[in-house]
């Protein structure tokens, strides 16, 4: 008589695991789900700031003078890096107005301020990156112990039963490597967007590093 066939199915691997493995497997779900919401948040916020800069890279290439390069200062006001960095030389430049100073010092002084206000914008953008790197880290180990320990009960279930069947042997240490893969599958997407946002976050610095030259010359010439 043929031997009944096992479902290797996702839900039934999952409803037949051990607590255990159960608890690593939710575990691993838990941190997908969040993993892909901060994706999708980063994915939005990168496209919104690499936009801003973009408009201010721009408008310095264009201007000749300050005021060219303020634009209309109700235009986006200070969001971003771009108008953060403009706000904090604005407040620079109006806090030191009576302060005697060479042009040199005067504009090292409010590149200074805007690298110290782009500096906190960076920390912003990087908010909830190391989440992404240590789940990426952290999820195949997680996997991987749910794995050992349900093929260690697998091993326990066949001595019960004495009977090392490929029919036998094959469900729990299915149900085992099933936590492997899902630690896989939760780590490779984050591990990918954590390389790609770390890429993101330092082309943005260095693209805004190089309009702080630009607004710095622009700025310092203004206030003389």
């Known amino acids: 008589m043929p031997e009944q066939a096992v479902s290797l199915s996702i839900i039934e691997l999952f409803r ?3 607590i255990i493995v159960k608890g690593v497997l939710l575990l691993l779900l838990a941190g997908s789900i969040w993993s ?3 994706i ?26 300050a005021a060219e390069l303020w634009g209309s200062r109700g235009e986006g006001g200070a969001a971003g890096p771009p108008g953060s ?6 407040a620079e430049i109006e806090a030191g107005l009576a302060v005697p100073e060479s042009p040199a010092e005067h504009r090292d002084r409010i590149e200074r301020t805007m690298r110290l206000a782009l500096n906190a914008e960076m920390r912003r953008l990087e908010k909830r990156l190391p989440f992404l790197a240590t789940l990426g880290s952290a999820a195949p180990f997680i996997g991987l112990f749910g794995t050992v320990w349900g093929i260690m009960r697998s091993f326990a279930a066949i001595a019960a039963a ?7 042997v094959a469900p729990g240490i299915a149900e085992a490597l099933f936590a492997t893969a899902m630690g896989l599958a939760v780590a490779i997407p984050a591990v990918v967007a954590y390389n790609h946002f770390t890429v993101q976050l330092g082309r943005l610095a260095a693209r805004m590093n190089a309009f702080i030259g630009r607004a710095g010359a622009l700025l310092s010439r203004a206030s003389e």
Do not use: G, P
Request: hydrophobic share 50%.
């Open 16 to 18: 037949n695991a051990d």
């Open 85 to 90: 960095v403009l706000a904090a030389a604005a």
């Open 40 to 65: 999708v948040e980063k994915l939005r916020q990168f496209a919104v700031e690499s936009r801003r800069v973009r408009q201010y890279e721009e408008r310095a290439a264009a201007a000749r003078t």
């Open 162 to 168: 004495n009977n090392t069947s490929l029919a036998v």
């Open 36 to 38: 892909w919401a901060v």
